[in-house]
């Protein structure tokens, strides 16, 4: 929930679900990462969420050694809360998602709430040739590939993070997760306040519909209820800015950047994340709300402080 009338905005500045192939604008090196989660930054993103790739080709890439280049750069040069993924990409064992998270000891981390189906095949159509040999089979790859988040594999994750401090962006792609996040709550794995990230419109998970907002919103508050989580939604593609808008009239948070969605508008490809994190800010404040500043977001979710990170 929005608390004192702030609204946070994480911003997920490249991921692993688009190839180099659909926007120039995606940030592949470390300098292009680091400087596209400054620019999300200043815009008014409180969160940077973030995955690292190869420079060489922009495949995803989970080692330490990816991330630390752009992490040290990022903390020297804003105050910004740092992300950083344990979903890494659906191709990739638990052991090697969860390594980059235990070896530097973020403020927060992602986590999946549940194993499923994640289609990115769809997107094979709109592409006649692609840049790098491993971005067709890739994508090919998810018509039969399961994202696995095991109960085993959530608690590893959970236990590996435990002693750090660490606190969690709980990414819910379906009703079912809430529903996982609650089994892991009533074992006292997870403490609250949670974090939920709502998930709208990936292939495989709950859809975009107005109505799926408010389903995933109304789970939440009677599993949880509004004073034990924070809730945030990513809208994947076109749905991101309506989806936005929908958490924010309802008291929620917002994510976007070009890990969601590649677009600012009909056919328009985004030129920057500092640019969706200007048009979410706008809907925000819009609606009568104002943003959450990094050290809002951190007293918000109660986080440990970007002094107790390890990088």
């Known amino acids: 929930m929005a ?62 050694d990816a991330f630390a280049p752009f992490l040290k750069v990022i903390k020297q040069r804003a105050n910004v809360v740092v992300n950083i993924t344990t979903g890494g990409a659906p191709t ?56 696995r988040n095991t109960f085993a594999d959530i608690e590893y994750i959970l236990t590996t993070c435990a002693e750090n401090g660490t606190r969690f962006e709980i990414e819910c792609y379906d009703i079912g997760h809430l529903y996982t996040l609650a089994h892991f709550a009533d074992r006292g794995v997870v403490k609250p306040p949670f974090f939920i990230q709502s998930v709208f419109g990936i292939l495989g ?40 808008a929908m958490s924010v009239a309802m008291g929620g948070n ?17 030129e920057s994340n500092a640019a969706q994190v200007t048009q979410a800010r706008q809907i925000i404040e819009g609606l009568g709300y104002a943003i959450a500043s990094p050290d809002e977001a951190r007293d918000i979710l109660g986080l440990k402080g970007g002094d107790k990170v390890g990088f």
């Open 3 to 64: 608390t004192s009338n702030k609204v946070i905005i994480t911003c997920a500045v490249t991921g692993s679900i688009h190839t180099p192939t659909m926007s120039p604008h995606i940030p592949i090196t470390a300098q292009e990462i680091a400087d596209a989660a400054i620019g999300a930054s200043e815009a008014g993103a409180a969160i940077v969420h973030l995955h690292a790739r190869d420079p060489k080709d922009g495949r995803p890439d989970q080692s330490p």
């Open 92 to 147: 990739m064992a638990i052991e090697e998602r969860v390594r980059p998270a235990a070896t530097f000891k973020p403020e927060v981390a992602s986590l999946n709430m549940g194993s499923m189906n994640f289609g990115l095949y769809p997107m094979l159509a709109r592409y006649k040739q692609f840049k790098y040999d491993w971005e067709k089979p890739y994508l090919e790859g998810s018509r039969e590939r399961i994202f």
């Open 205 to 244: 998970g709950i859809g975009p519909h107005p109505e799926d907002v408010m389903h995933m919103r109304r789970t939440a508050d009677r599993l949880f209820g509004r004073e034990k989580y924070h809730w945030s939604v990513l809208g994947a593609g076109r749905n991101q800015m309506a989806v936005a």
């Open 254 to 270: 917002v994510r976007v950047g070009l890990e969601d969605s590649l677009w600012i508008g009909p056919g328009k490809l985004a």
